[in-house]
């Protein structure tokens, strides 16, 4: 009898957790993210904030303003004027030396980023990371490595492998391309295994209670 109540307290408790642990991860994820988009009302005068003109909080402005933002920045900078801009703020920005390192690193991921070109984590593969026959995910970041081909005298790519469960942490390994083995799973398919440490496999589903 007991080891009935206990299958069946189980059965339902871990029902519940995989309805209520993901929605509630999920939410304070989304609401950490709209807190962090309205510190950038900050930026504007006390008396220019939604909050003192509204009379109470109002949350997502911030993602509105940025977007406005973005949008308004990139239209500014389209045309002739906005390039000539640009161009003179990226040189200055190379000129200072700490800050040269930073803003063109910053804006290499970005461009990588939001670029459909060059097929940036658009690839899933295993290589034998941290010793051979040990196996690490990783997502190929860059195929193009014309120096580090030339010094290695094989073609090699570049793949970041991220750490569990922050797959924002990590590193870059260079490997040879006969060395890297591709898979058939999906970008979102693998960070949910760095991110649940692997318990959330390709394909899994959670099983009928």
Known sequence: M??????WFRRYLVTGLLVWVPLGVTLLTFSFLLDLADKILTLLPPQWRPDALLGFHLPGLGVIFALVVLLGTGVLLRNLIGSTV??????????????????SGAKGITETLVSDK????????LIEYPRREMWSIGF?????VPELDAVTGEK????????????TSGLIVYVPLSQVRETSMSVDAAMKMVVTMG????GHKAPAH
């Open 199 to 202: 318990i959330v496999m390709p």
């Open 86 to 103: 640009v161009g003179w703020w990226e040189d200055l920005m190379n000129r200072i030396p700490l800050v040269r390192s930073i803003y």
């Open 118 to 125: 060059g097929g940036s984590f658009s690839k899933v593969v």
């Open 156 to 167: 090699q790519v570049c793949v970041y492998v991220p750490t569990t469960p922050n797959p």
């Open 2 to 7: 007991m080891q009935r109540l206990l299958r």
């Open 140 to 144: 190929v970041t860059a195929t193009d």
